[in-house]
């Protein structure tokens, strides 16, 4: 899926749904990769068309923005030092603070700041005597929250100030992320614990995040669609589109707002068939529907035969 708008008579591409080919030199199979290659996708260019230094090069860098309803006051502050996972900043490139600069501007208290301080630098290992294998299925049983509360005694203030790293990845807060998984990570806490990382993880934090179209894996499905079926090219609104989907990750791509007679008649038909197929319900609500037909969502008006 992608979005495509139409601004001022411009064209504008972006996308909807997934968003990148995830560590495609080093995570993928054989056959993956002989798959994009017969799509005509050549992932060595991604290397050269993204530009991984601009937000370096503007003196930018990550930083954490601390809400008013959780911590009492709205303050931004910069100079994360602990890298992403799936990160397309250079890891030499940033910007980043001492851990204790860094945690010295956090809107906690005196001795919050000096435990996310530990957290961040200290080899203590909170699982000592324990083998790999104990450790390992420890944390798996264990939320990354309660790592930091149980473990690293961290007040429930001073652990909120990593409540929201792991949405980004993982969608779900500390609380629904196992503290194994931020340990493979890179989560700071696990400095002495003596593991080795999974190796599929450190391959995703080492390869740089950058495998991405305009609209995103978008542009593979429409190439899979085209070498499947090639009349698919004769639509002149999608060979323009399509070519026009530079690799340049993150760019707007640009193309006239056009579309075939064929591709009109195609969605008047689908309007037709959907037309066909659902039916209004009297209420948003499941039961609302007739014997013999299904809401389409709980919430939703529509019912389907």
């Not at 990769?33 to 090069?57: E, H, M, N, Q, W």
């Not at 790293?165 to 196992?178: H, I, M, P, Q």
């Not at 978008?218 to 026009?244: M, N, Y």
């Not at 609500?285 to 014997?291: H, L, N, T, V």
């Amino acid at each position: 899926m992608r979005n495509e708008f139409d601004v001022g008579g411009r064209f504008l591409l972006g996308y909807g749904g997934s968003e990148s080919l995830q560590s495609p030199a080093t995570l993928w199979s054989d056959e993956a990769k002989a798959l994009i290659a017969a799509l005509g996708v050549d992932i060595a260019r991604f290397d050269t068309a993204f530009d991984r230094t601009l937000y370096p090069s503007l003196g930018l860098a990550r930083g954490v923005f601390f809400m008013r309803e959780a911590f009492g006051v709205d303050k931004l502050v910069t100079g994360d030092p602990m890298r992403m996972v799936a990160d397309d900043i250079p890891p030499d490139r940033m910007n980043a603070r001492p851990p204790a600069e860094f945690v010295a501007d956090f809107p906690v208290s005196a001795d919050a700041k000096a435990k996310l301080v530990e957290i961040f630098t200290s080899t203590r290992d909170p699982l000592p005597g324990r083998s790999a294998a104990e450790k390992r299925a420890f944390l798996d049983g264990v939320s990354y929250r309660d790592w930091l509360v149980k473990h690293w005694k961290l007040d429930e203030q001073a652990a909120d100030a990593f409540y929201g790293r792991t949405l980004d990845f993982f969608a779900v807060g500390t609380d629904a992320v196992s503290a194994s998984e931020a340990f493979d990570y890179g989560y700071p806490g696990f400095g002495g614990i003596g593991l080795e990382r999974d190796e599929e993880a450190v391959k995703e934090m080492d390869e740089p995040y950058i495998h991405h179209f305009p609209d995103g894996n978008a542009s593979i499905a429409r190439l899979l669609v085209r070498k499947l079926v090639p009349a698919s090219r004769r639509d002149r609104r999608w060979r323009t589109s399509s070519r026009r989907a530079s690799i340049t990750a993150g760019s707007t791509a640009t193309a006239p707002r056009r579309a075939s007679a064929s591709t009109a008649r195609s969605s008047r038909s689908a309007t037709a068939r959907a037309a066909s197929t659902w039916a209004t319900c009297a209420t948003a609500s499941s039961s609302a529907c007739a014997p013999g037909t299904a809401c389409w969502r709980a919430t939703s008006r529509w019912c389907r035969t």
